[in-house]
């Protein structure tokens, strides 16, 4: 049997560990320790000069324990191990999916350059870039789901910095209502931009649907960013972020996070092993609670109209159900839907759940429900959210792993209370 074959579900709890090297102990133990004794001097001498790049690895050798800011094994046997469900080279973990992905906006891109995103983003990856990005002078562009190839190179064109090019970031699934976009579009876009002496990166940050439904690595992304706080995590107690790519793009992130020192500790690290074990598990059972609800929601007279990615085969565009069907492995558990009605009416809706809590954030065990216009997306511009359906009758819910009869009674006697 070729151990490197199994699936990644089959791995979550051995993967890259050897219980010799930890007294037998069947799962990772914490290593809540700052840094690492060396054998002898010699040894730690090789170790920094592989750690600092003064010289090539030799063949077979790895890099040593040295200092939990440049490497611990709680992060290293997670990083391999989220590896294997996107199929990247090599990942960083860091103390937030803000962190992961302003690590890799910060090491890709330097003062001069242009930066093309979907609009809109999640709202702090949104601040980022037009606050913290603009004072160092770069500049960004904004797209939306439906444009099509040739509307988004006019846009850079018009910029006319399109030369200075360096980044594209996405985020699809498009946050609250689920409108998609094409990562293999985007791949054209960098190719069209990127020359021998420049290579335009595309990062998608794959939150809502990975690591198991959405590989956008296979779609020609060359970095994939987490907030791992959410389906990773999964159970809304750790804050924490992930970045993946080919080891060279790697290499220079995880530099970066060395010297910027925002990699996860231990302990956050340890939870995220033991999260990954039941990552599949969890979330095909959050999918299949979601078909259940969104059906339910579906049919009922007090709801007007449900965003729910199970239902792109009746409502899609016909461009929407090509995306849909090359991207994706199942229709996640992310629901939007509007209520009959205004604030007043959503509010009432949200105040009146008893299971389902009312919080943001998402992909967690329990299920939530939040309002996107007054919460979550309280910051993004007017135009963005009359483009983007977010407006007051929205609510938005995180599907869990509840029962889904006791999800879907919530959801009747809460719509029952306008
Ligand atoms: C939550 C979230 C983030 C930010 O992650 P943190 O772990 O809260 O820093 C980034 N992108 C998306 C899509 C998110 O949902």
Redesign the pocket.
Known sequence: MDYKKLRPESLMMSYGYDPNLSEGAIKCPIFQTSTFVFHNAQEGKNFFEVAYGLREKNQNEELGLIYSRLNNPDLEILENRLCLWDGAEDAAV?E??????STAMMEIMQPGDLLLYSRP?????DHFINHFLKKLNITAIGFRANETKEEIMARVEATGKADKLAMIHI?TPA?PTNALIDIEMCAEIKKHYSANDKEVVLSV????MGPLWQHPIKHGADLV??????YIGGHSDV???ACLGSKELMGRIKGLRTFLGNMAGPWTGWLLMRSLETLKVRMEQQAANATKVAEFLHNHPKVEKVYYLGFIDQEGSEADKAIYKRQYSSSGAMIGFDVKGGEKEAFAFLDNLKLIKLA????GTESLAEHPQTM?HADVCKEDKDVMSITEKLVRLSIGVEYHGDLIADIDQALKAF
Do not use: C, R
Not at 225 to 230: D, F, G, Q
């Open positions: 860091f937030s999916g803000m962190s992961a992905i983003v999640y709202g702090g990856t985020e946050n940050d794959n939150t809502y960013l987490y907030s791992a706080t959410k804050i924490a972020g943001v954030s998402l992909g979550t």
